[in-house]
């Protein structure tokens, strides 16, 4: 079955150090990826999607199909940066096929 | 102000009790959904609904119904309500049912006691 794992639960950094977010999946398709931001107080908003290839607030994420990962990245971590991250996986066309994993809530420190 | 926007954010019940959270897009998306999100943060799809017609149903009992009045909004009715039901309910959109992205609602809190 399709599955994302986010194996941190919780993940503190100091601002200004990297920080990085694991997303694994399991699906022997081709996947769509996508990573989902919850800032405080806030709606659940897309932060970046695999096929943009862009960089959205200093994030990155590459696809690695043979180690099966999304992992978010960011070279400078911000205290603003602080929230909850949610990857997701997409497979065909519905959205029942859209899968998330349990989320990792960043915190970063001052 | 364009969004996703759900009624009640917060909502206490005693089990048994059959309860209704709405939601409403005023973004022109024809599919609305509504997850569920348990204790353990997983997000799980519970329907969705394109243009007014079901479209994703997954395995939940059937005292949950949604019903889409319309397509700018998609409502949950949850009858006999159960402790186990507690959980946070986020409504969400999109352009359509293969066009990501998902566009949330801030979410209901429901507590059942």
């Known amino acids: 079955a399709q599955r994302v794992t986010q194996p941190e639960k919780l993940l503190s950094v100091f601002k200004g150090a990297p920080v990085e977010l694991k997303c694994n999946y399991s699906?022997?398709?081709?996947?769509?990826l996508f990573w989902y931001v919850q800032y405080s107080r806030q709606r659940l908003q897309l932060l970046l999607r695999h096929i943009s290839r862009e960089s959205i607030k200093g994030f990155t994420a590459d696809l690695n199909k043979g180690e099966t990962s999304f992992h978010l990245k960011k070279p400078f971590a911000q205290e603003e940066d602080s929230a909850m991250y949610y990857c997701?996986?997409?497979?065909?066309?519905?959205?029942?096929?859209?899968?998330f994993g349990s989320g990792t809530q960043l915190t970063v420190l001052p | 102000d364009t969004a996703v926007s759900q009624t009640p954010k917060y909502l206490v019940t005693q089990m048994g009790n059959d309860k209704s959270i709405k939601c409403e897009q005023n973004l022109g998306h024809d599919t609305m959904y509504w997850y569920k999100q348990d204790s353990k943060k997983f997000l799980k799809i519970m329907f969705s609904y394109n243009n007014k017609e079901l479209i994703i149903n997954e395995t939940v009992p059937n005292r949950f119904s949604p019903k889409s009045p319309d397509k700018a909004h998609l409502n949950l009715h949850i009858n006999s309500l159960e402790l186990g039901d507690s959980a946070v309910y986020f409504c969400?959109?999109?352009?359509?049912?293969?066009?990501?992205?998902?566009?949330f609602g801030n979410g209901t809190r429901l507590t059942v006691t």
């Open positions: 969400a959109s999109s352009l359509s049912p293969s066009n990501s992205p998902l566009h």
């Open positions: 997701a996986l997409k497979f065909g066309g519905s959205a029942r096929q859209l899968t």
């Open positions: 699906y022997s398709g081709s996947p769509e």
